[in-house]
Nanobody, 123 residues
Framework: QLQLVESGGGLVQPGRSLRLSCTFS????????ISWLRQAPGKEREGVSC??????NYADSVKGRFTMSRDVAKNVVYLQMNSLEPEDTAVYYC??????????????????WGQGTQVTVSS
């Protein structure tokens, strides 16, 4: 059974940093990719980043500010978020889909989701 659990959200001031964690079980990144997605109130869900076996990619809105990484031994992926902006305020989810590589964002299909963690960027 695929399971994912996010942690690390919270309230942070603009310009500061935050790191989210996604602990997963029931699968490996050899056969699945993991994405971070976010949804702000009144807005559509947005893909933020994706990691597969050795490769990562990012949405243009976070490129250069966010970094996704993984700890294979701990079955955790991270989203390091720097230079946060109020526009980054959203519920952040991690989700897993079957595949060796991250598909283009519009083609990603997910088999399991975490419960989400709130990130609020405000002074």
């Amino acid at each position: 059974q695929l399971q994912l659990v996010e942690s690390g959200g919270g309230l942070v001031q603009p310009g500061r940093s935050l790191r989210l964690s996604c602990t997963f079980s029931g699968f490996t990144l050899d056969y699945y990719f993991i994405s971070w997605l976010r949804q702000a109130p009144g807005k559509e869900r947005e893909g933020v980043s994706c990691i597969s076996n050795g490769m990562t990619n990012y949405a243009d809105s976070v490129k250069g500010r966010f970094t996704m990484s993984r700890d294979v031994a701990k079955n955790v992926v991270y989203l390091q978020m720097n230079s946060l902006e109020p526009e980054d305020t959203a519920v952040y989810y991690c989700a897993a889909g079957e595949g060796h590589r991250c598909p283009p964002a519009t083609e990603r299909r997910f088999d399991s989701w975490g419960q989400g963690t709130q990130v609020t960027v405000s002074s």
